[in-house]
């Protein structure tokens, strides 16, 4: 199963990706792979030398009802240091954010998928919008005859 961050791509220009581990509870790797997750509104957070997935939802896992569990909880990525203390650098400089875009499984684990992204101006989202809008009414077209 993977869950995307649709709202990454609208509102990033991505440049850069990379695939980091996340650190979970056994309910909630279960919920993933059900497909019961949210990545809309969630960011990466550097805190010293360590990553942190902010504002991601992984909903709870129905079967076993845990009490007081936060489903937008703050979680650890698994990363290794260099690329960590790389990814700070290019961020500290240049206005660029970590952005989540997918989560998915990966030989049973897993996996955030996080890229480098350059926030997008309101101009140019509505030039996606406007770009978007004129290709389905042609594939429309083209679909009716």
Known sequence: MKITNRKAFFNYQLLERFEAGINLYGHEVKSVRLGKADLTGSFIRIIGSEAYLVNAKIFPYQPGQIEGYDESRTRKLLM??????????????????????????????????????????????????????????????????
């Open 80 to 145: 290794h240091k260099k690329e960590i203390i790389a990814l700070k650098s290019k961020t500290d400089g240049a206005n660029l954010a970590l952005v989540p875009v997918s989560l998915y499984l990966k030989h049973g684990f897993v996996k955030v998928e996080v890229a480098l992204g350059k926030g997008k101006k309101k101009y140019e989202k509505r030039e996606a919008i406007k770009k978007r809008d004129i290709r389905r009414h042609i594939e429309h077209e083209l679909s009716q005859g």
